[in-house]
């Protein structure tokens, strides 16, 4: 059993209109090829609970559903904001390896991508699963504008901040009742062909 964090500067990087939706509860799932690694025979992620760190440059809107495609703002290959706002963390509570494209298409109410990210996903570097990732997000009691550094940038999913951020205080996006609704439709789904970390 994890205990608790009281501050944490580790953060995953994700799409800005991909954590909005997680910090708004309008979805719990990312789609991952790349970012997780195996380690002593089991997948994980770099860390179990970790910070928002929304990114801009390359979001697709043609990889989106409509209502998430309207909210992507283009910026120029390069382009990065003089400060981040960060206004959330979660718990990474399920890691599900798939190769099955029709068990990915019947996860599309979940999530905010469409058809084509998931052929698009599938596709590249086919060899490997895709990985559904489950995330139980909390808002921090106050939103933090961290500055950009070099090293925060680059095609990588795991990065760490340079001064940590207190978690104290948070509050849980959806209640326990309706995560865990939703987390069991999801691996009802799936089925048994799924790892959840030890939490």
């Not at 494209?101 to 699963?129: C, G, M, Y």
């Not at 951020?165 to 609704?181: A, E, H, R």
């Amino acid at each position: 059993m994890l205990m608790p964090l009281t501050t944490t500067l580790h953060a995953l990087k994700e799409w800005a209109v991909a954590v909005n939706a997680l910090e708004s509860g309008q979805t719990i799932m990312l789609l991952r090829k790349g970012g997780i690694h195996e380690r002593h025979g089991r997948f994980q992620v770099a860390h179990e609970q970790v910070l928002l760190y929304p990114t801009y440059e390359h979001q697709q809107p043609f990889l989106l559903k409509a209502e998430y495609a309207n909210l992507v703002c283009p910026v120029t290959p390069g382009w990065h904001p003089e400060t981040v706002r960060i206004g959330g963390w979660a718990k990474i509570t399920d890691i599900m390896p798939i190769s099955d494209e029709s068990t990915v298409s019947a996860l599309l109410p979940f999530h905010i991508w469409n058809e084509s990210f998931i052929s698009d996903r599938l596709n590249w570097k086919p060899r490997q699963p895709l990985y559904i990732l489950l995330l139980r997000t909390y808002t921090l009691p106050q939103v933090e504008e961290i500055f950009y550094r070099h090293e925060y940038g680059g095609c990588k999913s795991w990065i760490d901040l340079a001064q940590p951020l207190k978690l104290q205080g948070s509050q849980p996006v959806l209640s326990d009742s309706k995560y865990t609704q939703l987390v069991e439709e999801i691996r009802k789904i799936v089925g048994d062909k799924f790892y959840v970390p030890s939490l």
